[in-house]
Structure formats: structure tokens, C-alpha cells
């Protein structure tokens, strides 16, 4: 069974930081590739970032580019997002997610799914 555990999550005023973490047990955690998503109140999951299995390709959504940074370390099973310069459209539930084979870029083809952590970004 594999299991993502997301954490990190919290109040923070505009500006400033926070440091996800998503940790994975249960199988090979390089062989996949891995995603942070998220989704605000009312509105659609959406993409926010993308790690290769090797970590050497990142993706991300045009708005955090520049103050959101992906990084993996395979010997600890753990996927990482910091988040800069944070701003009340931040604020959603933060979902990191596991893809195997291709298809990184699309959402419902990801194979597990942690519980969330919330970022709420005071204005």
C-alpha cells in the first residue's frame, strides 16, 4: 500500500514562507514522478508543480514561478515544496500526488493521493 503523507501546512501572513513536505512509503519512491496540487474553496484542483523522477526536469504553473521551488531527495521517499512570497491566492489545500509511467501533466491519470495540508495566507 502506498501511502503520502503531506505536512507543513499553516497560517502565514502575506509574504511570507512555508516548506511542504509529502513523505512515501509503500514502493519505490524514484519511480515516480511527483506533483503538488492544490485547490481553493469553490474552485478546481490545480496543477502547481511537477518533479521528474530523477528531479532534474521541474514544472510550474505560470502564478508561482519564481516564489514556489520542487525539490525530491529519494534516499528519504520525500517530495518538498517552498513556497516564497506568498499571497492570499495561495490559500488552498495542498495535495501532493504520484505518477508512474507518462503522462505527468494530467491530473486524473496520478496514482495516489496524500490527505492534504491546508496554507492559509493572511491578506
Same mark, same amino acid.
Given at each position: 500500500q !502506498?501511502?503520502?503523507v503531506e505536512s507543513g501546512g499553516g497560517l502565514v501572513q502575506a509574504g511570507g514562507s512555508l516548506r511542504l513536505s509529502c513523505a512515501v512509503s509503500g514502493s519505490t519512491f524514484s519511480s515516480y514522478a511527483m506533483?503538488?496540487?492544490r %485547490? &481553493?474553496?469553490g474552485k478546481e484542483r490545480e496543477f502547481v508543480a511537477i518533479?521528474?523522477?530523477d528531479g532534474y526536469m521541474k514544472y510550474?504553473?505560470?502564478s508561482v514561478k519564481g516564489r514556489f521551488t520542487i525539490s525530491r531527495d529519494n534516499a528519504k521517499?520525500? !517530495?518538498y515544496l517552498q513556497m516564497n512570497s506568498l499571497t492570499f491566492e495561495d490559500t &488552498? !489545500?495542498?495535495y501532493c500526488a504520484a505518477k508512474s509511467g507518462p503522462g505527468i501533466? !494530467? %491530473?486524473n491519470e496520478y496514482d495516489y493521493w496524500g490527505q492534504g495540508t491546508q496554507v492559509t495566507v493572511s491578506s
Open positions: !502506498v501511502q503520502l506533483g503538488w496540487f %485547490q &481553493a474553496p518533479i521528474s523522477r510550474y504553473r505560470d521517499n520525500t !517530495v &488552498a !489545500v495542498y501533466f !494530467v %491530473q
